[in-house]
């Protein structure tokens, strides 16, 4: 096809019910004897979170039948909702948040009793011993949380007293880990009202009558340390950032930790989730790590010899599991195909990769647009961001027109994208439509002063930093700067709403679950982000004025261009009625807008159809709001 089409109306064979395809996402992965088992959601299935089991001979069945699903509900997030205990399935139930065994082939029992208020993630079986945070819900203002060893025979299901409370003693507790010999436990602990990338404690302690005994902080003050890891008896390896940057760290004994091959990288992130790993450690002593400056990417860590790792995995990259010279790694390479590689590293010359589960984004690679890593100036410090061009290969672009622009902003706000083109990006670009992912002040990736940047300054920072990465797009030429749009969830949806009403950079608005209170989200949200207001804008009640001032809502008279929202209906982060004023005061002026609500959906979109559905919408929006042509998606009526 030669002659020029309008941007935003090319043909394109992305569809959204195969975006809702390649979405599954990996939850987790085990070496369990010669098998490999991988957690994967499953939107066709109401979004459940199965477990798949692949055999030496490539064969691959599913452990966990419909209707279970491995998800839990500590912090809402969850996370380490699985493992493997001497070949059983242990998992926390989505619908009870009981914590189940199930042998394969098997009916599954239960391990922990039948209790409403507790839940259990971080799963962790070591030195044959099962350990789980718990979080209960009694009533109290911030649920008590500990780590609890679970014992496996299932006598803890009658016998609430056989879950032993092994280390406690602060609001969050995260990541145990017990050493090989069974003797002593290292976990991270913080309080309020840090996050666990602001401040934690990495606590270890020996064992004694079962429970931690005389916990000791081998990490700095102030520091964020993550992830420990046994890699001797007496010694542990973690990560930690007193330098500005995550890096290796090790402790052995009494000794003053030491750093291992420094690098202008971060191997951590933002722990959002309980079963995020960032390393593991190699029987030999050779360590597998994610690195992050932007990009991701996957070394070998011997020494002070680091050597790149031949896994295309540029971004959300996890390292799952290890044994003996082995590495199960998860995440998307470039053209944002999410999936699970087997890293074989028994030569120490040559390491092996195997992609094991994860395949197709779609057509093929020509198809889907290269990230262009971009920097601009912006008024608190350079912006990073990676920017989509239309691209379709069977579609002449027209020469007097500049493309329409979808500006992406991430939620956390402390969180991070790296420059993977996603199914859902290319269903943008190759229709004509760029698309640019902004990494904000306050984005991970870049080390502590870039994410520090967003302290106290979350509405201001965040706002500046998408208008300059998308000034910076038009004034280079590539986007037309009357059809730049802006799509963000949770806070990116904060972002997206106090943009819309703070700068005349965007065009329309597309807000998922966004925040437009932030006095409202300080009262009603969840126990483990109940704090993070107090870093982002500042304690209350003594920052109420700044909470009033930058809440999109409280200057909705300066909502003029056309918005979409979408919603779910059981959202316990941030609750429906935020977006229901949004709605309202878009009502009361006038503004052109549609509202969703996805009736059972919560915070993020799980289902297949309510993700074909957002999708379409998301696209038909944007052809209302910016006058072209969306024929292969239903017509959105613009109220």
């Given at each position: 096809?030669?002659?020029?089409?309008?941007?935003?109306?090319?043909?394109?064979?992305?569809?959204?019910?195969?975006?809702?395809?390649?979405?599954?996402?990996?939850?987790?992965?085990?070496?369990?004897?010669d098998?490999?088992?991988?957690?994967?959601?499953?939107?066709?299935?109401?979004?459940?979170?199965?477990?798949?089991?692949?055999?030496?001979?490539?064969?691959?069945?599913?452990?966990l039948?419909?209707?279970?699903?491995?998800?839990?509900?500590?912090?809402?997030?969850?996370?380490?909702?699985?493992?493997?205990?001497?070949?059983?399935?242990?998992?926390?139930?989505?619908?009870?948040?009981?914590?189940?065994?199930?042998?394969?082939?098997g009916?599954?029992?239960?391990?922990?009793?039948?209790?409403?208020?507790?839940?259990?993630?971080?799963?962790?079986?070591?030195?044959?011993?099962?350990?789980?945070?718990?979080?209960?819900?009694?009533?109290?203002?911030?649920?008590?949380r500990?780590?609890?060893?679970?014992?496996?025979?299932?006598?803890?299901?009658?016998?609430?007293?056989?879950?032993?409370?092994?280390?406690?003693?602060?609001?969050?507790?995260?990541?145990?880990?017990?050493?090989?010999?069974?003797?002593?436990?290292?976990?991270?602990?913080?309080?309020?009202?840090?996050?666990?990338?602001?401040?934690?404690?990495?606590?270890?302690?020996?064992?004694?009558?079962?429970?931690?005994?005389?916990?000791?902080?081998?990490?700095?003050?102030?520091?964020?340390?993550?992830?420990?890891?046994?890699?001797?008896?007496?010694?542990?390896?973690?990560?930690?950032?007193?330098?500005?940057?995550?890096?290796?760290?090790?402790?052995?004994?009494?000794?003053?930790?030491?750093?291992?091959?420094?690098?202008?990288?971060?191997?951590?992130?933002?722990?959002?989730?309980?079963?995020?790993r960032?390393?593991?450690?190699?029987?030999?002593?050779?360590?597998?790590?994610?690195?992050?400056?932007?990009?991701?990417?996957?070394?070998?860590?011997?020494?002070?010899?680091?050597?790149?790792?031949?896994?295309?995995?540029?971004?959300?990259?996890?390292?799952?599991?290890?044994s003996?010279?082995?590495a199960?790694?998860?995440?998307?390479?470039?053209?944002?195909?999410?999936?699970?590689?087997?890293?074989?590293?028994?030569?120490?010359?040559?390491?092996?990769?195997?992609?094991?589960?994860?395949?197709?984004?779609?057509?093929?690679?020509?198809?889907?647009?290269?990230?262009?890593?971009?920097?601009?100036?912006?008024?608190?410090?350079?912006?990073?961001?990676?920017?989509?061009?239309?691209?379709?290969?069977?579609?002449?672009?027209?020469?007097?027109?500049?493309?329409?622009?979808?500006?992406?902003?991430?939620?956390?706000?402390?969180?991070?994208?790296?420059?993977?083109?996603?199914?859902?990006?290319?269903?943008?670009?190759?229709?004509?439509?760029?698309?640019?992912?902004?990494?904000?002040?306050?984005?991970t990736?870049?080390?502590r002063?870039?994410?520090?940047?967003?302290?106290?300054?979350?509405?201001?920072?965040?706002?500046?930093?998408?208008?300059?990465?998308?000034?910076?797009?038009?004034?280079?030429?590539?986007?037309?700067?009357?059809?730049?749009?802006?799509?963000?969830?949770?806070?990116?949806?904060?972002?997206?709403?106090?943009?819309?009403?703070?700068?005349?950079?965007?065009?329309?608005?597309?807000?998922?679950?966004?925040?437009g209170?932030?006095?409202?989200l300080?009262?009603?949200?969840?126990?483990?982000?109940?704090?993070?207001?107090?870093?982002?804008?500042?304690?209350?009640?003594?920052?109420?004025?700044?909470?009033?001032?930058?809440?999109?809502?409280?200057?909705?008279?300066?909502f003029?261009?056309?918005?979409?929202?979408?919603?779910?209906?059981?959202?316990?982060?941030?609750?429906?009625?935020?977006?229901?004023?949004?709605?309202?005061?878009?009502?009361?002026?006038?503004?052109?807008?549609?509202?969703?609500?996805?009736?059972?959906?919560?915070?993020?979109?799980?289902?297949?159809?309510?993700?074909?559905?957002?999708?379409?919408?998301?696209?038909?929006?944007?052809?209302?709001?910016?006058?072209?042509?969306?024929?292969?998606?239903?017509?959105?009526?613009?109220?």
């Amino acid at each position: 096809m030669d002659s020029p089409l309008p941007y935003g109306s090319w043909p394109s064979p992305f569809r959204a019910t195969s975006v809702a395809a390649a979405s599954p996402r990996t939850d987790g992965a085990r070496f369990v004897g010669d098998d490999i088992w991988w957690g994967q959601t499953m939107p066709s299935e109401g979004g459940r979170t199965t477990v798949l089991r692949r055999r030496p001979d490539g064969s691959i069945d599913d452990l966990l039948p419909a209707p279970l699903s491995a998800r839990s509900r500590v912090h809402e997030y969850g996370g380490g909702a699985w493992t493997a205990a001497d070949g059983e399935l242990v998992f926390s139930e989505k619908s009870d948040q009981r914590v189940w065994a199930l042998t394969p082939g098997g009916r599954p029992r239960p391990l922990t009793p039948d209790d409403p208020s507790a839940r259990f993630a971080g799963l962790t079986w070591g030195a044959g011993t099962l350990l789980a945070v718990r979080e209960r819900h009694e009533g109290a203002p911030v649920p008590a949380r500990d780590i609890v060893r679970i014992p496996l025979d299932g006598s803890a299901a009658d016998d609430a007293d056989r879950l032993v409370s092994v280390a406690g003693g602060t609001d969050f507790v995260a990541q145990p880990a017990i050493s090989p010999d069974g003797a002593r436990l290292a976990w991270v602990a913080w309080n309020h009202p840090d996050m666990p990338w602001d401040r934690t404690q990495l606590r270890i302690a020996e064992i004694v009558d079962g429970r931690a005994s005389a916990p000791r902080t081998i990490n700095a003050r102030g520091t964020a340390a993550l992830q420990p890891v046994w890699t001797a008896p007496n010694e542990v390896t973690y990560s930690d950032d007193p330098t500005g940057r995550w890096n290796l760290w090790r402790a052995d004994g009494d000794a003053a930790p030491v750093a291992l091959a420094p690098a202008d990288a971060d191997t951590g992130g933002a722990l959002w989730v309980l079963g995020t790993r960032w390393f593991g450690a190699l029987d030999d002593g050779r360590l597998v790590a994610v690195r992050t400056n932007g990009a991701d990417e996957l070394v070998m860590v011997d020494g002070d010899r680091v050597d790149p790792l031949p896994v295309p995995i540029v971004a959300g990259a996890a390292v799952e599991d290890v044994s003996t010279t082995r590495a199960l790694v998860s995440g998307a390479t470039a053209s944002g195909g999410a999936g699970l590689w087997l890293v074989d590293a028994s030569d120490l010359g040559a390491p092996t990769v195997e992609r094991l589960a994860g395949g197709s984004n779609g057509p093929g690679p020509e198809w889907f647009p290269t990230a262009r890593s971009i920097t601009a100036p912006g008024p608190h410090g350079p912006v990073h961001a990676f920017a989509y061009p239309p691209t379709n290969p069977e579609v002449t672009a027209p020469a007097d027109e500049k493309p329409p622009y979808l500006v992406l902003v991430h939620g956390g706000p402390t969180s991070h994208v790296g420059p993977a083109a996603s199914a859902k990006i290319a269903y943008f670009t190759s229709r004509g439509i760029g698309v640019l992912d902004v990494n904000y002040g306050g984005s991970t990736g870049y080390g502590r002063p870039y994410r520090d940047r967003l302290r106290g300054q979350w509405g201001v920072v965040d706002v500046d930093d998408v208008a300059a990465a998308a000034t910076a797009l038009s004034d280079d030429g590539l986007a037309d700067p009357s059809r730049i749009a802006i799509e963000g969830g949770s806070a990116g949806g904060w972002t997206v709403l106090s943009a819309l009403v703070r700068t005349d950079v965007f065009a329309a608005g597309i807000s998922r679950y966004g925040v437009g209170d932030a006095r409202a989200l300080a009262a009603d949200t969840h126990d483990f982000e109940a704090r993070y207001l107090d870093g982002l804008i500042g304690p209350l009640p003594e920052a109420e004025p700044l909470y009033i001032e930058r809440s999109p809502l409280t200057s909705a008279d300066r909502f003029r261009v056309p918005m979409l929202i979408l919603q779910g209906s059981e959202d316990a982060v941030v609750p429906p009625a935020q977006a229901e004023a949004i709605r309202d005061a878009l009502v009361a002026r006038g503004v052109p807008h549609a509202y969703v609500l996805y009736d059972g959906e919560g915070h993020g979109f799980r289902t297949a159809e309510t993700i074909v559905h957002a999708l379409e919408s998301e696209l038909a929006f944007l052809g209302a709001a910016f006058g072209f042509d969306t024929p292969d998606v239903p017509e959105l009526t613009l109220d």
